[in-house]
């Protein structure tokens, strides 16, 4: 008989959990102390007029019924057991498929996005070109001069040319 062990882990970041208390909650201490500090933050200023939904979304974090799935993209648990897809702007429940009025999903998925700090827009800095040899500076027409073919004379050749009749 093969005896294995599961490890729980941290739904935000992942890392084994080790406290028991850590386990219930299904977060780490720190990614705890995040999302209470985006909780706090997002309740007093975006969703200030929504405390119910803000209250639930707690409540929905807290029970781990919300698991980051890539990105800002979310996996929830409605209260019927049911699971949506949610990001920060969009749900699949019904609330959000209508989309007249905030889910508690969304809230959840704002809060815990918040927590995440996002990755880098700006550019690596790319070295100096190295210097270029004047030879290569040159057009192609310029470097390749001496194999180019003369560019052929549309219309009638000029009376100088010698070319054509000869002169009675």
């Given at each position: 008989m093969q005896h294995t062990?599961?490890?729980?882990?941290?739904?935000?970041?992942?890392?084994?959990?080790?406290?028991?208390?850590?386990?219930?909650?299904?977060?780490?201490?720190?990614?705890?102390?995040?999302?209470?500090?985006?909780?706090?933050?997002?309740?007093?200023?975006?969703?200030?007029?929504?405390?119910?939904?803000?209250?639930?979304?707690?409540?929905?974090?807290?029970a781990g019924g919300i698991v980051r799935l890539r990105g800002q993209v979310?996996?929830?648990?409605?209260?019927?057991?049911?699971?949506?897809?949610?990001?920060?702007?969009?749900?699949?429940?019904?609330?959000?498929?209508?989309?007249?009025?905030?889910?508690?999903?969304?809230?959840?998925?704002?809060?815990?996005?918040a927590t995440y700090t996002p990755r880098s827009t700006t550019p690596a800095p790319v070295p100096a070109p190295a210097p270029v040899p004047a030879a290569a500076t040159q057009t192609p027409h310029a470097a390749n001069r001496h194999t180019m073919r003369r560019p052929i004379p549309l219309g009638p050749p000029p009376a100088s040319a010698g070319i054509g009749l000869a002169a009675a």
């Open positions: 062990t599961s490890t729980a882990h941290c739904h935000r970041c992942a890392r084994p959990l080790t406290s028991a208390a850590s386990i219930a909650r299904h977060y780490g201490s720190h990614c705890r102390t995040l999302i209470r500090a985006a909780t706090r933050f997002l309740a007093t200023t975006a969703f200030a007029d929504k405390p119910r939904l803000v209250a639930k979304a707690e409540e929905l974090i807290e979310f996996w929830t648990t409605g209260s019927s057991g049911d699971t949506y897809l949610t990001h920060p702007n969009a749900c699949t429940c019904m609330a959000g498929l209508r989309g007249k009025h905030l889910c508690h999903h969304r809230i959840a998925a704002a809060i815990l996005a």
